[in-house]
């Protein structure tokens, strides 16, 4: 009896341990999944807040004189296609008498021209924050040299 005894406890005590193993396995598995989870969360919600810098410009002495860049204000001016969608700082930078006007999805932004009767045009410089989605965006050239400048037009494409 004392055999049979022994066998019992020991299957008693592996079941026990068989037991808490799962129990351990499965707190295992639930930690990793909700650390995973957690770190997807903070990934996705820093690229959606993230402010991606955008320089415009209406100056008609550059070359092109109107245009959309990620690249700065350096020379040759690179003028983008395409962008990702998202949050935008868009800083633009007019001449005196030469403005500039953005048109998309939920867009629509302009800098101002200003005539002052002692001083003239006076720049028309500008800080915007936008959030680009999905379409095309088309910029010109406004005020009363806009007639002068060439192309007037441009476009750039959220896909």
């Not at 903070?42 to 991606?52: D, I, K, P, Q, W």
């Not at 983008?80 to 030469?98: C, I, N």
């Not at 006007?101 to 915007?128: C, D, I, S, Y």
Request: aromatic residues 8%; without cysteine; charged residues 15%.
């Amino acid at each position: 009896m004392d055999g049979i005894s022994g066998h019992s406890a020991t299957l008693a005590h592996q079941s026990v341990r068989a037991y808490y193993s799962a129990i351990a396995a499965r707190i295992a598995v639930s930690l990793i999944a909700t650390v995973v989870l957690a770190l997807g969360v903070l990934a996705a919600g820093s690229s959606a807040t993230r402010v991606r810098d955008v320089e415009a410009w209406a100056r008609g002495v550059w070359h092109p004189p109107l245009g959309v860049t990620t690249r700065g204000y350096s020379h040759p001016l690179h003028v983008v296609k395409h962008l990702p969608p998202g949050m935008y700082r868009f800083s633009v930078l007019a001449d005196e008498a030469l403005g500039f006007h953005l048109v998309g999805p939920g867009v629509n932004r302009q800098t101002r021209v200003v005539w002052k009767q002692l001083e003239g045009f006076t720049p028309a410089n500008a800080r915007w924050r936008i959030r680009l989605r999905r379409g095309t965006y088309t910029y010109r050239a406004i005020g009363p040299d806009a007639g002068s400048v060439h192309p007037a037009t441009g476009s750039f494409q959220i896909p």
